[in-house]
């Protein structure tokens, strides 16, 4: 089964960038969709983005224009470039893959997770 590696996650000001990087440990053709979800102490997993070769690249609400997913298939890696950050992007970081998606924002949907990498934005 693959295995996801996240990294990149760190401390930053408001209005500053940060690019996390998802790690996949092997290819396999069964994976179609790559999201991200962040999630903070005592709530749910948040949907961040997702892209897929059929469905194309889809972004929550409170992201869009400023986050940007993408996947560098040569290097089999999911990348979440931050811009503008704000206090409230603060949260851990996780990327998933799924063989057969739904919903890009349902959890269940999704087969595989990272760890997680924190990122913190302060004021």
């Known amino acids: 089964q693959v295995q996801l590696a996240e990294s990149g996650g760190g401390s930053v000001q408001a209005g500053g960038t940060l690019k996390l990087s998802c790690a996949a440990s092997?290819?396999?053709?069964?994976?179609?969709?790559w999201g991200w979800f962040r999630q903070v102490p005592e709530k749910a997993r948040e949907f961040v983005g997702g892209?897929?070769?059929?469905?194309?690249?889809y972004y929550a609400d409170s992201v869009k224009g400023r986050f940007t997913v993408s996947r560098d298939n040569a290097k089999n890696t999911l990348y979440l470039q931050m811009n503008s950050l704000k206090p409230g992007d603060t949260a851990m970081y996780y990327c998933?893959?799924?063989?057969?998606?739904?919903?890009?924002?349902?959890?269940?949907?999704?087969?595989?997770w990272g760890q997680g990498t924190q990122v913190t934005v302060s004021s």
């Open positions: 998933a893959a799924s063989t057969d998606l739904g919903n890009w924002y349902r959890e269940r949907d999704y087969q595989t």
């Open positions: 092997m290819r396999t053709s069964a994976t179609n969709y």
């Open positions: 892209t897929s070769r059929e469905a194309g690249t």
